[in-house]
């Protein structure tokens, strides 16, 4: 990087407002309307800060529809100078804090809408989920996928009602489903009592905080979890360090897609994601995006990115 572009990135950042929204992407992506409500600013204001952060390198910008996302830069010089900068900004500052604060009260308000939206459909679930794709396919194909080994363990995050417990559990000694929502958990419980598969728990937790301590598993499965996630990567992240090195990683979400009505009638978060995203989450978590399978469906691709847990001597070889 050039004396120029250091210069034009730090005069980007150089700004009371600017600094805020690069503290605020860095804790997840936001959306333009959440950033306004955050810092009290009006619209037009905050987009004109978010562009010039944006051409500074500083901000990556994902369009989804009609949203579009802010979250800090994940590659160029623009993403160690961002970085550079947030180390040196002080905790423990008051606007800082302020805005933290109220972040976390947009979170929650989110987070909510999303807790009642599976609240009321645990019972429903598995029939919304039929009218995506055939659920018989992916099941079939992750079957194929799954390298089971002698004593396997699994944790299935974001379980729901324990489909992929159902599906997988047969195959490995014994599986853990998560979810944090009870009413899931619930039907999941009632699913694997009926299925008769003892080898099975599920647990209330926070796929962001698992209860598990590093190299717990040789299999982790996320199906159709992350595009309710604020922050996926560190889904993929905090699964990927619950896995044994050389453990297998089966992601299953949709492919890039613009049905906006998923968003707003059923509580998706993000619409779907392209294989650059996901590599860039796995390199990010120490995980080598080994494969992916597609199965093409209408309107909706399935797509299932399968990686593997990088042992010791590959972290070192990759870092170098
Ligand atoms: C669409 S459902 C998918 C369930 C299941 N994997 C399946 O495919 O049938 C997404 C699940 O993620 C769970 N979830 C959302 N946020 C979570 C969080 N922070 N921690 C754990 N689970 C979460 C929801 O409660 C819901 O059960």
């Not at 804790?27 to 051409?55: A, Y």
């Not at 729901?160 to 014994?174: E, I, Q, S, Y």
């Not at 299932?304 to 001597?313: E, G, L, P, T, V």
Request: glycine share 6%; proline share 3%; hydrophobic share 45%.
């Amino acid at each position: 990087m050039g004396m120029p572009e250091i210069l034009a990135s730090l005069k980007a950042a150089g700004e009371t407002t600017r600094l805020r929204l690069l503290a605020l992407c860095a804790q997840s992506e936001l959306t333009v309307s959440e950033l306004t409500r955050v810092l009290g600013q009006s619209q037009p204001r905050v987009s004109r800060h978010l562009k010039l952060l944006c051409d500074a390198g500083l901000l990556d910008r994902a369009r989804e529809g009609s949203s579009v996302f802010y979250g800090l830069a994940q590659r160029g010089d623009g993403a160690h100078i961002a970085r550079a900068l947030l180390a040196l900004l002080p905790r423990d500052d008051s606007l800082f804090m302020r805005d933290r604060q109220r972040l976390s009260s947009v979170a929650e308000e989110r987070r909510e809408s999303a807790a009642h939206y599976f609240r009321e459909n645990a019972e429903k679930w598995d029939a919304v989920r039929s009218l995506y794709v055939d659920e018989a396919e992916v099941e079939r194909a992750l079957l194929g996928l799954v390298k089971v080994s002698e004593g396997a363990e699994l944790v299935d995050v974001g379980t729901g009602t324990g489909r992929m417990l159902n599906v997988l559990a047969p195959k490995v000694r014994h599986a853990v489903g998560v979810d944090l929502s009870r009413e899931m958990l619930a039907v999941a419980r009632a699913n694997l009592e009926r299925a008769g598969l003892g080898n099975c728990v599920v647990r209330q937790a926070d796929m962001y905080n698992l209860p598990f301590a590093p190299a717990s598993f040789d299999i982790a499965t996320i199906h159709q979890v992350l595009h309710f996630a604020d922050r996926p990567a560190d889904v993929v992240a905090e699964a990927a360090r619950v896995l044994k090195p050389g453990g297998q990683m089966l992601i299953v979400d949709f492919a890039p897609h613009d049905l906006e009505y998923l968003r707003a009638e059923h509580a998706h978060r993000r619409l779907g994601f392209s294989d650059s995203q996901v590599r860039d989450w796995c390199q990010g978590a120490k995980l080598d995006l080994v494969e992916t399978a597609r199965l093409d469906g209408d309107p909706l691709t399935v797509c299932i990115w399968q990686a593997r847990a990088m042992d010791a001597a590959h972290r070192v070889e990759k870092a170098a």
